[in-house]
C-alpha cells in the first residue's frame, strides 16, 4: 500500500521497486510536471508521507543543489542518503511545523488514500508551495480496480475499501484530486495524467505495462503483510491467496486508474 501501512517501516524494497516503475515509466524523470523548468530557481523539495525515501533520493540526485526534506511518520531505513537530503518525523494528520510558502516543490504519494480526512492534508501541503512552485500529488482510484478485476480480486478490493472506510478514507481520492486542487483556487495549471495500469501486463503499451506488473507485486507484497494485520478483521490469508492467484492468471483484465496530478500555485502580483 503506502507509508501509512502497518507494514512500514519493513517493507524498503517493495517501495523502492515501486518507485523504480514509475522512474522507468517517466523515462527516468521523477514524474510528469515539468520541473526542470525551474532550474536554477529550485531550491526546496519536501516529499510528504515518504516512505522508503526513494522519490527523494532522486530528487537529491537530479537536483544536487536543491535542499530536500523528506517527512513520514516512520524513520528512513538504515542506509546512506544524499548530503542534499534530510529526513524528519512528522504525523501528516496534524498541522507540519513549515513555514507558509517555504518550498519550491510539494510532493505525495499514495498517502491520501490511506488517512482520515485527505482534503484536509492536501489543503496543509498546498500552503507550503512558494508562489509559481508546484505541488504534486499521485494516488489511485480503487474503485476502478475492484470493477475490472475477477471475483477473487473483487472479493480482496472490497475488503480493503471496507478497511480504509473504516478509518475514514476516500478510496477513491486519485480521481477527486483535480477537482480538490481547483477548489482551492490558488493554482493554476491544473495537469492531470490518468495512466489505467494493467495488472496482467497485458495491454498495448510497454511502459504502461511494466508499470502495471510493478504495481501488481507491490500489492501482492503488502496484501501478504496486510493479511497477518487484519485477519481477524475478515482480510484472510484464503481471501489474499485467492486474490493473488487470480492476478497470476494469463487472462487477467484487471486495470487501475491511477492519477498524476501537478499544478503550479499562482505567482503574487
Same mark, same amino acid.
Given at each position: 500500500?503506502?507509508?501509512?501501512?502497518? +507494514? %512500514?517501516? %519493513?517493507?524498503?524494497?517493495?517501495?523502492?521497486?515501486? %518507485?523504480?516503475?514509475?522512474?522507468?515509466? &517517466?523515462?527516468?524523470?521523477?514524474?510528469? +510536471?515539468?520541473?526542470? /523548468?525551474?532550474?536554477?530557481?529550485?531550491?526546496?523539495?519536501? @516529499?510528504?508521507?515518504?516512505?522508503?525515501?526513494?522519490?527523494?533520493?532522486?530528487?537529491?540526485?537530479?537536483?544536487?543543489?536543491?535542499?530536500?526534506?523528506?517527512?513520514?511518520?516512520?524513520?528512513?531505513?538504515? *542506509?546512506? &542518503?544524499?548530503?542534499?537530503?534530510?529526513?524528519?518525523? +512528522?504525523?501528516?494528520?496534524? /498541522?507540519?511545523?513549515? @513555514?507558509? !510558502?517555504?518550498?519550491?516543490?510539494? %510532493?505525495? *504519494?499514495?498517502?491520501?488514500?490511506?488517512?482520515? #480526512?485527505? $482534503?484536509?492534508?492536501?489543503?496543509?501541503?498546498? *500552503?507550503?508551495?512558494?508562489?509559481?512552485? &508546484?505541488?504534486?500529488?499521485? /494516488?489511485?482510484?480503487?474503485?476502478?480496480?475492484?470493477?475490472?478485476? !475477477? $471475483?477473487?480480486?473483487?472479493?480482496?478490493?472490497?475488503?480493503?475499501?471496507?478497511?480504509?472506510? !473504516?478509518?475514514?478514507?476516500?478510496?477513491?481520492?486519485?480521481?477527486?484530486?483535480?477537482?480538490?486542487?481547483?477548489?482551492?483556487?490558488? &493554482?493554476?495549471?491544473?495537469?492531470?495524467?490518468?495512466?489505467?495500469? $494493467?495488472?496482467?501486463?497485458? !495491454?498495448?503499451?510497454?511502459?504502461?505495462?511494466?508499470?502495471?506488473?510493478?504495481?501488481?507485486?507491490?500489492?501482492?507484497?503488502?496484501?501478504?503483510?496486510?493479511?497477518?494485520?487484519?485477519?481477524?478483521?475478515?482480510?484472510?490469508? /484464503?481471501?489474499?491467496?485467492? =486474490?493473488?492467484?487470480?492476478?497470476?492468471?494469463?487472462? #487477467?483484465?484487471?486495470?487501475? @486508474? =491511477?492519477?498524476?496530478?501537478? +499544478?503550479?500555485? *499562482?505567482?503574487?502580483?
Amino acid at each position: 500500500m503506502s507509508s501509512e501501512s502497518p +507494514a %512500514h517501516p %519493513h517493507d524498503e524494497a517493495r517501495l523502492d521497486a515501486m %518507485h523504480l516503475a514509475y522512474t522507468e515509466y &517517466f523515462e527516468g524523470k521523477l514524474g510528469p +510536471a515539468p520541473l526542470e /523548468e525551474m532550474r536554477p530557481n529550485l531550491t526546496k523539495i519536501l @516529499d510528504l508521507g515518504c516512505g522508503s525515501g526513494a522519490w527523494a533520493v532522486q530528487a537529491a540526485a537530479q537536483f544536487p543543489d536543491a535542499e530536500i526534506l523528506a517527512v513520514d511518520r516512520a524513520k528512513l531505513p538504515d *542506509r546512506t &542518503f544524499p548530503s542534499n537530503m534530510k529526513f524528519q518525523i +512528522a504525523d501528516l494528520t496534524k /498541522e507540519l511545523e513549515f @513555514d507558509v !510558502g517555504s518550498f519550491d516543490v510539494v %510532493h505525495t *504519494r499514495n498517502v491520501l488514500l490511506h488517512v482520515l #480526512n485527505a $482534503p484536509d492534508i492536501l489543503l496543509r501541503a498546498s *500552503r507550503l508551495v512558494k508562489p509559481g512552485g &508546484f505541488l504534486i500529488i499521485e /494516488e489511485p482510484d480503487l474503485v476502478s480496480f475492484a470493477e475490472t478485476g !475477477g $471475483p477473487a480480486t473483487r472479493a480482496f478490493m472490497n475488503k480493503i475499501k471496507e478497511l480504509l472506510a !473504516g478509518i475514514g478514507a476516500d478510496v477513491q481520492i486519485g480521481s477527486k484530486v483535480e477537482g480538490l486542487i481547483q477548489a482551492l483556487g490558488e &493554482f493554476e495549471d491544473v495537469n492531470v495524467k490518468m495512466a489505467a495500469l $494493467p495488472l496482467g501486463g497485458n !495491454g498495448p503499451d510497454e511502459a504502461l505495462n511494466n508499470l502495471g506488473l510493478g504495481m501488481k507485486q507491490s500489492i501482492k507484497t503488502a496484501s501478504e503483510n496486510l493479511a497477518k494485520v487484519y485477519s481477524d478483521k475478515g482480510l484472510t490469508v /484464503e481471501m489474499t491467496r485467492a =486474490y493473488n492467484e487470480e492476478q497470476e492468471r494469463p487472462d #487477467n483484465k484487471a486495470a487501475m @486508474d =491511477y492519477y498524476f496530478v501537478w +499544478a503550479r500555485r *499562482r505567482a503574487t502580483a
